[in-house]
């Protein structure tokens, strides 16, 4: 039963590192101003799986106080690297679905995993079985909440695969509910179903970036026997259809206030939405959008 965890994590390594390998692959051909919040990600998340295969290994494998040794220093990195990615995880889930944060999420998330880093090392020096079960609480509060951001902002994304895996995500959280239930009661099942767990999630970033990609090549085909239209530029670079309409209006030759007053919000909001339109689309001006929307063809 030892080496059930080990050899569980060692199939998640080998699918994440797929995982990152496809993210290089798409970003290099999407060129979506977020898929390299994608590969930052999908490198964090293999660099925590193997912090776990050598916890694991080391723990299988070594006695005394090497072994003692050996998973301080590896459980110290998968502290590091889990923070690093708790903290991320809310950036990740709003880039995906075209969702500006707001500045107090950005730092209730920030705080939210320094006091998991604080739980985690109190846990490491005193090992409170509560700490380890509030690690636990605070993973599933921030992946909950990423799922009802996916989940509701998803339709803001004309890609297809995106709004899927969004849902596809929101179905193996409800259906890994129970297994996580278990492991609140059964300290020993933690270790085996932390591996179940990333690799049901690395399974699902798999096949998403396989559609992805996939179609990618299909549309990169399509782009080259015609210009693209407006839905390809919002597909390509995550617009979402009210910076398509700020968009339309900065092609007219309207000014900030102008566009406040065709779309009947306030000049802080067009400002946010130029501002979000630059980042997507890598530019920094409208002079260089312009000249963007001119070389698509639209």
């Not at 994608?38 to 916890?55: N, P």
């Not at 889930?93 to 739980?119: D, G």
């Not at 399974?203 to 549309?219: D, K, N, R």
Request: proline share 2%; glycine share 2%; aromatic share 10%.
């Amino acid at each position: 039963m030892e080496a059930v965890p080990l050899l569980l994590s060692l199939g998640a390594l080998a699918i994440v590192s797929m995982d990152l390998a496809l993210s290089i692959i798409w970003n290099r051909r999407a060129r979506y101003s977020w898929s390299r919040t994608c590969i930052v990600f999908t490198a964090s998340l293999m660099g925590a799986v193997v912090a776990f295969v050598l916890a694991q290994y080391s723990s299988y494998a070594f006695s005394g106080q090497a072994r003692e040794i050996l998973l301080y220093i590896w459980e110290s990195l998968l502290v590091a690297d889990s923070t690093f990615i708790l903290a991320m995880l809310p950036f990740f889930a709003c880039w995906i679905v075209a969702r500006p944060m707001h500045p107090a999420e950005k730092v209730l998330s920030t705080a939210v995993a320094c006091i998991y880093l604080a739980v985690s090392v109190s846990y490491t020096v005193f090992g409170l079985q509560v700490l380890s079960l509030l690690q636990y609480l605070i993973w599933a509060a921030v992946a909950a909440y990423c799922i009802v951001i996916a989940l509701a902002f998803s339709r803001n994304v004309a890609d297809k695969s995106v709004q899927l895996m969004c849902r596809t995500l929101a179905i193996i959280s409800l259906s890994l509910m129970p297994l996580l239930i278990l492991t609140c009661i059964y300290a020993w099942l933690r270790d085996a179903v932390i591996a179940v767990v990333a690799m049901a999630y690395s399974i699902a970033i798999l096949v998403f970036l396989f559609i992805a990609t996939a179609h990618q090549e299909s549309a990169s085909a399509d782009a080259r026997k015609e210009p693209l239209s407006s839905e390809i530029i919002q597909e390509r670079y995550h617009i979402t259809d009210r910076e398509l309409e700020v968009i339309c209006l900065i092609k007219k030759g309207c000014t900030n206030k102008e566009i406040a007053y065709e779309l009947s919000i306030s000049v802080n909001t067009v400002n946010n939405h130029i501002a979000n339109i630059f980042g997507k689309t890598e530019v920094r001006s409208r002079i260089d959008l312009l000249n963007l929307l001119q070389e698509a063809s639209w």
